[in-house]
């Protein structure tokens, strides 16, 4: 059985924002808080109820804010604290939650800590053992932007470890103060009134050295524990980004008795469509479906809330690696939603997916700024020419899921009056907010009304799944049903070919993405629709 707090849970809808790229409210080229509150209203009526803010904090910006400064600070350019706190009154006013992005794993080198700890390794540096230090590298760990993850720091003659870019230094968890601090930063945001966090790479802040995994340490639980598990944090949302497909391990972490996680992502289909980050594979939606299956029946056979979605501001677009991205972008990105926003669980969706982004393409590095593309280019520019290693980055950047919200076709896609501080997406006259909303074929409405379907439907929040489906089926089919007589609600998605589909159930057709009035019938490649089927 869920709980009462799952159960509400399980009614949130998050839409995630990456602050740079949503809104300029001043001219400056970046997005800020200003140019979010000014689009609320635009969010409402997509039907979402909470915001995910990517890392809003100071910070010097080397891994777009993953590099915090200060954690009670807001980033010079997306505005003040005062404007943090007009964001959260704004949301709650009209009954919308906000979810903080938390970067307990590392900081910025730039952050007080850091410049203490540096210092000197003297017993009397209360600083001294914030991060790990170590005369030589304790292992061989490569960091995750590239490099070794030690790196020599000249003023206090020793190496200290950094899972990510060299200006993000791991923090010492196993250090009381450090938990502390970051308890006093959780609940510094609390009392401002934040609803809940998504909790960056939490799996990292205990590294099991002994196993050699910066990972899954033996007092993860302890620590997560140690943040969430008071009775000044028991009511929030709190979503942790792990790399977990252990479903015990899931269970550890977010079973409802264990204060500590609500939920964590499951990234099992981000590999869909891929060999690796940045190498295309030939795939089909056959794939995420049952990706999706296994997962949806693991966790909630254990009543464990699914997270649900495809995009965020590490992948490239979902649509453009496992759909048809030109002529039918708008039945892929459809299909594809369908698939996964009526299952139970908490969808996310990520700013640009509502009126179907798709990836760009630029021929120069210089059109790209994100530290993880930069350093891989240098990498593969040693391996292959630099055309084919534009190709890796054009397909797997991060950047290509970061350009500018696209509002409509005019200059800058209407995201700044200046100039953008990174370009805006290279299809973006094509693929644009109004654009999709002039169209017949309005990705952003079909959105809206699979949103409206969960809202106004309790089989689709709290009902069971019954998979209608087969392995060997070229369609996926399912069926949610409710805890009263309310209806069940039947979604189908074909899949890349026209099929026939058969299925014994008959009802009244609530949304298609072409059209569709009965169940059984023959599909066209990506056809969608969803059915509210009568008892
Ligand atoms: C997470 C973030 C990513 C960031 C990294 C280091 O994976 O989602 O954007 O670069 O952690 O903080
Ligand atoms: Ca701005």
């Given at each position: 059985m869920y709980s009462e707090k799952q159960k509400a849970m399980l009614k949130w809808v998050v839409y995630q924002i990456y602050p740079r790229s949503f809104s300029d409210s001043n001219g400056d080229g970046i997005g800020d808080i200003p140019g979010i509150i000014s689009k609320i209203d635009y969010l409402r009526e997509l039907g979402v109820n909470a915001v995910w803010l990517c890392p809003c904090y100071k910070s010097p910006n080397d891994d777009n804010g993953y590099d915090?400064?200060?954690?009670?600070?807001?980033m010079e350019e997306f505005g003040t604290l005062e404007d943090a706190k007009e964001l959260i009154s704004a949301l709650h006013l009209r009954g919308m939650k906000l979810i903080m992005d938390l970067v307990p794993n590392h900081t910025s080198s730039s952050h007080r800590w850091f410049l203490e700890s540096r210092k000197s390794a003297a017993p009397d540096n209360p600083y001294r053992d914030y991060y790990y230090w170590a005369d030589e590298p304790l292992n061989d760990w490569r960091a995750c932007f590239g490099g070794s993850a030690w790196e020599y720091d000249p003023v206090r003659k020793q190496y200290y470890l950094h899972s990510y870019a060299v200006s993000q230094p791991d923090l010492n968890w196993n250090n009381p103060s450090v938990v502390k601090e970051m308890q006093d930063v959780v609940d510094f945001w609390v009392d401002l009134g934040v609803d809940g966090f998504r909790i960056d790479v939490i799996d990292q802040i205990s590294k099991d050295f002994e196993n050699g995994?910066?990972?899954?340490?033996?007092r993860l639980h302890e620590f997560i524990h140690a943040l969430f598990g008071r009775e000044k944090t028991a009511h929030l949302f709190t979503v942790g980004e792990c790399w977990a497909n252990d479903i015990d391990e899931i269970e550890r972490h977010a079973g409802q008795d264990r204060g500590e996680l609500t939920t964590l992502f499951q990234f099992d289909h981000m590999e869909c469509g891929r060999s690796d980050k940045f190498t295309p594979k030939p795939d089909s939606l056959r794939s995420l479906r049952d990706i999706l299956v296994r997962w949806s029946s693991l966790m909630t056979g254990r009543d464990l809330i699914q997270t649900l979605f495809t995009d965020n501001h590490d992948q490239n677009r979902f649509i453009s690696r496992m759909g048809n991205d030109a002529e039918l972008r708008y039945e892929s990105a459809t299909c594809i939603a369908a698939m996964v926003y009526g299952l139970k669980g908490v969808p996310f969706i990520y700013q640009g997916q509502e009126y179907g982004s798709a990836g760009s393409h630029y021929d120069?590095?210089?059109?790209f700024r994100d530290i993880e593309s930069l350093n891989m280019f240098e990498e593969l520019k040693s391996e292959m020419p630099e055309g084919p290693a534009m190709e890796k980055i054009n397909f797997g950047s991060r950047d290509n899921a970061r350009r500018p919200m696209a509002w409509n076709g005019g200059k800058n896609g209407g995201f700044t009056e200046g100039t953008p501080w990174i370009p805006v997406s290279s299809r973006w006259k094509e693929i644009n907010l109004l654009s999709d909303l002039q169209s017949e074929k309005s990705v952003w409405r079909f959105y809206r009304e699979l949103l409206a379907i969960r809202r106004k439907y309790d089989a689709v929040t709290e009902g069971e799944t019954v998979f209608l489906s087969s392995d060997a089926d070229p369609f996926f089919a399912y069926l949610r049903t409710g805890p009263d007589d309310s209806g069940r609600i039947l979604y189908v998605c074909n899949f890349e070919s026209e099929s026939e589909i058969r299925l014994p159930l008959e009802g009244k057709a609530l949304l298609s993405n072409c059209g569709?009035?009965?169940?059984s019938g023959t599909y066209r490649p990506y056809e969608t629709a969803v059915f509210l089927i009568k008892r």
């Open positions: 915090v400064s200060d954690y009670r600070e807001i995994r910066n990972c899954f340490g033996p120069r590095i210089g059109d569709r009035k009965r169940v």
